[in-house]
């Protein structure tokens, strides 16, 4: 009796520890392919993509929380589908892009403030217009490169996007052969451009992923992907590690939808294939990790009943992510810093600037002050140079006399 107990204590514990997906409501917007998704904070966002009604404008806000969905203002950029996305402080960005019933490649440029709850338009994409293109930010600014445009030229150049001076620079071309339908994630200080094709391939897809340092602008071939090779991946970042899964591959004469996921581990550049999809086979999802959650959903199911999805679904990582730079606190004064790790400037945003004054001190790992700045009316997003700082673990706090936040960042 006592060895069957333990027995049934061990499988319930790794019953536990397993991870997992679980279904959550659909995204309201109607099914549809090859969207954004973004998180900001601790909410999750979908927008544009392709549908069988062609009004791709409503941009809805997921709510983990409560389970539900808000509609937001309209995306105010035209009509698209395999468009990039990428989060830099508490604002979302959509960029680039194809309207192929219209044959236009978009090199637009727009951000998306929650707080205001509204649309900007920035400075267009560096590169010429495109779809199919992948990205991610990193490190406090934005990076978008390779896809292919409607006259079939594919690319490869590689652009980063400064949200502070609203400029575009061209770095380092991609280090492998020009490229699109892949995917793009960041770990740490270095992003990663994952499988995808190219004319001398396609319909096949490749399993490479390449690793760019933006310190040194310099790319990296690492450990291929885990599984079969693919185009049309959805990606996100979880407890520090890459997670990439979905998408399609070419299976004889026939293209072939996947639902198997795949966790890379930056530090030992290794895969571990993790829990599949849930959902079934996919292609053309959109993918992003709120908290310590996976989120993926939409696109296309391509088997024999060929469905356009709206389904939506929730991964768990087997065992508690660690906590990193999370925040320490979060209550009344809500704010973000980036970039984090920081190099030679420290930004803080306000989600709703603070109706009051507000005083801002940095300290070091052992207490000491390092920076203060008392009585400040925040009038918009706080600049602080850290350039002369020593590397290493240092907090924020920003206080208005009655609350007070404080915020973990890394000095590089």
């Known amino acids: 009796m006592r060895t069957l107990f333990i027995l049934l204590f061990t499988f319930s514990f790794l019953i536990v520890k397993a991870d997992f997906w679980t279904q959550k409501a659909n995204y309201p917007g109607g099914a549809r392919i090859f969207s954004v998704g973004f998180s900001i904070g601790n909410k999750g966002y979908i927008g544009t993509g392709f549908d069988l009604f062609g009004d791709t404008s ?15 203002t309209n995306f105010l950029g035209m009509m698209r589908e395999t468009a990039v996305s990428f989060v830099i402080g508490n ?8 309207d192929y019933d219209n044959f236009i490649d978009h090199v637009d440029l727009w951000a998306y403030d929650p707080a205001l709850n509204s649309w900007t338009q920035k400075a267009d994409f560096g590169g010429s217009g495109r779809g199919s293109a992948a990205g991610y930010a990193l490190l406090g600014k934005g990076y978008v490169g390779t896809g292919v445009d409607q006259s079939a030229t594919q690319f490869k150049d590689f652009w980063e996007y400064d949200p502070v001076s609203n400029n575009w620079t061209q770095k380092a071309d991609f280090g492998g052969l020009e490229h699109y339908l892949g995917t793009g994630f960041a770990i740490g200080t270095k992003g990663y451009i994952c499988v995808g094709t190219d004319h001398s391939l396609w319909p096949l897809g490749n399993n490479e992923l390449w690793e760019y340092d933006p310190i040194l602008d310099l790319w990296s071939q ?20 890459g997670y990439v899964g979905t998408g399609t591959t070419r299976i004889g004469n026939f293209n072939e939808a996947r639902s198997d996921f795949w966790k890379y581990d930056a530090t030992t550049d290794t895969w571990t294939q993790v829990a599949s999809f849930s959902g079934g086979v996919r292609e053309g999802a959109v993918g992003f990790a709120i908290a310590n959650k996976g989120y993926v959903g939409t696109g296309f199911a391509n088997d024999n009943f060929n469905f356009i999805e709206d389904d939506f679904w929730e991964y768990t990582p087997d065992g508690l992510c660690p906590t990193g730079l999370e925040d320490l606190q979060d209550n009344y004064l809500k ?10 400037k420290l930004l803080i945003s306000f989600y709703s600037l603070p109706k009051s004054t507000v005083s801002v001190i940095i300290k070091n790992s052992l207490g000491e002050k390092i920076f203060s700045l008392h009585d400040q009316n925040m009038l918009s997003d706080l600049q602080i140079p850290v350039a002369n700082f020593q590397s290493g673990i240092y907090f924020v706090e920003v206080s208005d006399g009655k609350n007070e936040t404080l915020r973990k960042f890394v000095k590089l």
């Open 91 to 98: 604002k979302g960005y959509v960029c680039t892009g194809g």
């Open 58 to 72: 409503a941009f809805w806000e997921f709510d983990p929380g409560l389970n539900i969905w808000n509609q937001k």
């Open 222 to 241: 690492k450990a291929n992907f885990g599984g079969i090779g693919r185009t049309e991946i959805c990606s996100f970042v979880l407890c520090n590690n």
């Open 335 to 344: 704010f973000s810093i980036w970039p984090n790790p920081a190099i030679d």
